[in-house]
């Protein structure tokens, strides 16, 4: 019973499932304070407003807290930049370089040797001049 544990423990997914989640979280709060403490100051340098939790709208006598989901939506984006542009973009890259060229797949067609026309590779006989192909 505990060897099949181990075993479940061991296998590849869950280790590499346990090491992404704590990169994860240690990637999150390195994107979090770049985005509060460098990217969200820019912004109020030249909005002019430290952050924009102070917005609302009165509807009918009730305060819709715009400024809220505005500084969420800004913090959203701000980190969906941050990760496709310092994460994803350069391990594509990297991915790509490992990888190599793409191997070229067998031509489909080859030409008969009547009439030079386009036919499957696997045919046995020229659709246009019904010539057998050796």
Do not use: W
């Amino acid at each position: 019973m505990l060897k099949g544990f181990r075993d479940f423990i061991l296998r590849g997914n869950v280790v590499d499932l346990a090491v992404a989640f704590i990169m994860g979280a240690a990637f999150n709060a390195i994107v979090s304070s770049f985005v509060k403490d460098v990217a969200m100051q820019f912004i109020a340098a030249i909005v002019g407003k430290q952050d924009f939790s102070a917005l609302k709208v009165n509807f009918m006598g009730t305060p819709i807290m715009i400024g809220n989901f505005l500084n969420a939506t800004v913090s959203f984006l701000l980190v969906a930049f941050v990760v496709y542009f310092f994460m994803v973009l350069p391990i594509n890259s990297l991915m790509a370089r490992f990888k190599g060229p793409a191997p070229e797949a067998p031509p489909a067609t080859k030409a008969c040797p009547q009439c030079f026309s386009e036919i499957p590779v696997a045919a046995t006989r020229c659709s246009h001049c019904t010539q057998l192909i050796a």
